[in-house]
């Protein structure tokens, strides 16, 4: 069965560490998307890709960095975490072109930042 | 600016109907999702409404009216396994997806 996969489920690191979230999907998706959910927020859109080598900023994306070199993978880079990084990270990705697309995702990564 | 509103939190009888409101302004408008969450797990899709009126599957129904900015969600012959928070979600004119910040279903016995 195709599913997408978060890692790691939990991490705890320390300010100014480097951190990276990875994402893999067999879905063979073309769009990816990550989110952070905080308490009080609805899903915010950190980085989306709408296929290989194509990367955007979302409405939340100071302090973080995607790449995509394959449709499977869309790893998340904290370059210097931050305690305002804590929070639960979702991978999300969706198939066909633009326009209204349900999305799939992952299990999360609870990542606390100390 | 874009915003979706919903009650943070709402409590209902096993085997009762609850409706889960949503209202949304967005620039432009795409279509609307209801997803659900179980704590501590990913969001699933429920519904999704671009036209006006009522779309029924199963138990759960999703309502569209475009005029009002306005949707809601119906769950009737509440299970304690709805116990959940349902998230809402509008797609803007360039196909962006502005959430909500979900409504805390709580099924009491």
């Known amino acids: 069965d195709a599913e997408i996969t978060q890692s790691p489920r939990h991490k705890i690191t320390e300010t100014g560490r480097q951190v990276t979230l990875a994402c893999h999907q067999t879905w063979n998706h073309n769009n990816m998307f990550w989110y952070r959910q905080d308490l009080g927020h609805g899903l915010r859109l950190i980085h989306y890709?709408?296929?290989?080598?194509?990367?955007n900023k979302g409405e939340v994306s100071d302090g973080y960095s995607v790449s995509r070199s394959n449709t499977e993978d869309l790893p998340l880079t904290l370059e210097s975490a931050a305690s305002s990084q804590t929070s639960v990270y979702f991978c999300a990705s969706s198939g066909g072109e633009a326009g209204a697309n349900v999305l799939t995702f992952g299990a999360g990564s609870r990542l606390t930042v100390l | 600016g874009q915003n979706i509103d919903q009650p943070t939190e709402m409590t209902a009888t096993e085997g009762a109907i609850v409706q889960i409101n949503c209202t949304y302004q967005?620039?432009?408008?795409?279509?609307l999702f209801w997803y659900q969450q179980h704590a501590g797990e990913a969001p699933t899709f429920l519904s999704y409404n671009v036209l006006d009126g009522l779309e029924e599957k199963g138990r759960f129904s999703s309502f569209l009216s475009r005029s009002k900015g306005y949707s809601y969600l119906l769950l009737k012959e509440l299970q304690m396994k709805d116990s959940a928070s349902y998230l809402c979600?509008?797609?803007?004119?360039?196909?962006?997806?502005?959430w909500g910040a979900g409504t805390k279903l709580i099924i009491k016995p």
């Open positions: 890709s709408y296929g290989v080598q194509d990367t």
């Open positions: 967005t620039s432009g408008f795409n279509g």
């Open positions: 979600a509008a797609y803007d004119s360039n196909y962006q997806l502005i």
